[in-house]
């Protein structure tokens, strides 16, 4: 852990705000998912969004990637306001998201998938130039590390952690300037979940603004430089790497008090268990 956290830099000079919610609300219906949540995301820092299962990770990544409108508050993108109604207004901002399992097709090769879109034409036909495209992708990929011999080969067969890969070294090269990650890291090993932060970080050094969303708040604080929790819609910790130690977010993560709780409840049921267990064998 010492040497991970000695590979963070806190940026010495002032970074400037490409993403801030400001008092953000987001209800469906008469669910209220997002309450009062004020963000703020840097160019070239990573801010860790962690949260229990339903405290609104997603549907503030959603809001972000322009899949649905905040319902309360302000969104602000380089200064101005803005509230999106489709996905491509978002990444015309330079905001990319990168989900779980949808980040890329199986079936098409890795340059394809690279391109998918965005594909690079050549001569008077408009032909694809193929050439050109796995040249392109061959570099970006060695640029950022990642080794894969057959680019011909289906997305499907590789590992998350490379698809995962793939996918932000796309982002980079079709320059996002903010990156969202919706839990890069749920699927996988200890070793794969390492090669993912590594690209995590190597797009903060790459000076994007980086959201990554996570359960896992060791793997935030290994790439982290700014830290927000959510609880039930609403933020219950924001605080930067110098202010939060790993031991607190551990803690607030695990709902500190609402843990201890239940270890005086299951204390309890152990005690009767070996109280049974005793009866048993008089
Ligand atoms: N489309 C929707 N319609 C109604 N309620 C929704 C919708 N999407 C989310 N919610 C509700 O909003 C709350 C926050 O959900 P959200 O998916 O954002 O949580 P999350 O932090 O991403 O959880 P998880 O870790 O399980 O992915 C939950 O109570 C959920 O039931
Ligand atoms: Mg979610």
Redesign the pocket.
């Known amino acids: 852990m010492a040497v991970a956290s000695a590979s963070i830099v806190e940026p010495t000079s002032p970074v400037s705000e490409i993403v801030s919610l400001r008092d953000v609300g987001k209800s469906?219906?008469n669910?209220h998912?997002l309450r009062g949540v004020s963000l703020v995301v840097r160019q070239g820092e990573v801010t860790c969004v962690l949260?229990d299962?339903?405290?609104?990770?997603?549907?503030l990544i959603k809001i972000l990637a322009g899949l649905h409108a905040h319902t309360e508050g302000e969104v602000v993108i380089n200064g101005e306001p803005v509230t999106f109604s489709s996905p491509r207004e978002a990444l015309a901002r330079g905001i990319a998201t990168v989900y779980q399992d949808l980040a890329l097709v199986p079936l098409m090769s890795v340059w394809r998938n690279f391109f998918m879109g965005l594909e690079l034409r050549k001569g008077p036909f408009r032909m694809l130039d193929v050439a050109k495209m796995k040249a392109v992708v061959s570099e970006e990929l060695l640029k950022m590390g990642i080794d894969i011999p057959d680019l011909d080969r289906p997305v499907g067969g590789l590992s998350g952690g490379q698809r995962q890969c793939i996918a932000i070294a796309r982002a980079v090269y079709f320059g996002a300037k903010v990156l969202i990650l919706d839990e890069p890291t749920a699927a996988l090993g200890v070793k794969q979940s390492g090669v993912v932060l590594k690209y995590v970080a190597r797009a903060r050094d790459a000076g994007l603004g980086v959201v990554f969303i996570t359960?896992n708040p060791h793997h935030a604080y290994l790439v982290g430089n700014h830290f927000v929790i959510?609880n039930r819609?609403r933020v219950s910790l924001d605080g930067s790497r110098s202010e939060i130690s790993l031991d607190r977010l551990t803690n607030e993560m695990a709902g500190g008090a609402e843990l201890e709780a239940l270890g005086h409840e299951l204390g309890a049921s152990v005690k009767q268990m070996e109280a049974g267990t005793e009866l048993h064998a008089r």
């Open positions: 469906y219906g669910v998912a949260g299962n339903g405290a609104g990770k997603s549907t359960h959510l819609g």
